[in-house]
């Protein structure tokens, strides 16, 4: 089942932009993550926010979360044609079992 | 270097064959995960083995099967069973307690 879902599912801006990325969820978490795709490779993991943290940041990066409106955001900073990617959050689940949810994506075009 | 490595890249495989993927870990990660990913679309869980020779049923297992004999390797096979068996899959591990998944490049398979 899916327990995230990403707003907008696609954005397209240009380079120096900021980019925001929205994700709803539906039960209680013990943390929520981002992940980057790359067309055709794996995810790769952008950062982690447990329940009990309200914002974090890390280089370019600035998530937030809000547990009473069960959502949170991604936003990147002064965007660059290499962020042109798909985007997922995942939710971990308070009674998953350590196994992560992933919503369906944000692609994310960064026009030179 | 350290890492997840997933064989092979692509495959093809006619109707009524079974398939084996592989997917060997170099982290020392205790867990592993099978997702498999339909375009345009989020991730959807398969499998996921916490231990050795232990592994459970994710959302979409019917039609795939798992092993877990060592604590590097988690392959998965695309059984005659799976109706759809088309798509990327990609396989991730985590270590304990921390929640963040690093993934493996993915393999696409096709049914002819």
């Known amino acids: 089942s899916q327990q995230g879902e990403e707003d907008p599912q696609a954005l397209s801006i240009q380079e120096g932009e900021n980019a925001t990325m929205n994700c709803s969820y539906k039960?209680?978490?013990?943390?929520l993550q981002w992940y980057r795709q790359n067309s055709g490779r794996g995810l790769v993991h952008l950062i982690l926010?447990?329940?009990?943290?309200r914002e974090k940041h890390s280089g370019r990066l600035r998530v937030t979360l809000d547990t009473s409106k069960k959502s949170s955001s991604l936003l990147i900073t002064a965007s660059r044609a290499a962020d042109t990617a798909s985007y997922f959050c995942?939710?971990?689940?308070?009674?998953?079992?350590?196994?992560?949810?992933f919503g369906e994506g944000t692609q994310l075009t960064v026009n030179p | 270097d350290g890492g997840i490595t997933q064989s092979p890249k692509y495959l093809f495989r006619k109707e009524g064959q079974n398939v084996t993927l592989s997917c060997e870990q170099n982290?020392?990660?205790?867990?592993m995960y099978w997702y498999r990913q339909d375009p345009g679309q989020g991730l959807r869980l398969i499998y996921y083995?916490?231990?050795?020779?232990?592994?459970q049923k994710g959302d979409i297992a019917e039609g795939y099967s798992v092993s877990r004999e060592k604590k590097e390797s988690f392959p998965l096979t695309v059984t005659s069973a799976q109706k759809n068996p088309t798509a990327f899959y990609l396989c991730?591990?985590?270590?304990?307690?921390?929640?963040?998944?690093?993934f493996g490049e993915g393999s696409r398979l096709t049914v002819l």
């Open positions: 083995s916490q231990i050795v020779n232990d592994f």
């Open positions: 995942a939710t971990d689940e308070e009674t998953s079992g350590s196994r992560l949810t």
């Open positions: 926010i447990r329940s009990n943290e």
């Open positions: 982290l020392n990660h205790d867990a």
């Open positions: 039960t209680s978490i013990n943390n």
């Open positions: 991730a591990s985590s270590p304990r307690y921390t929640g963040e998944l690093f």
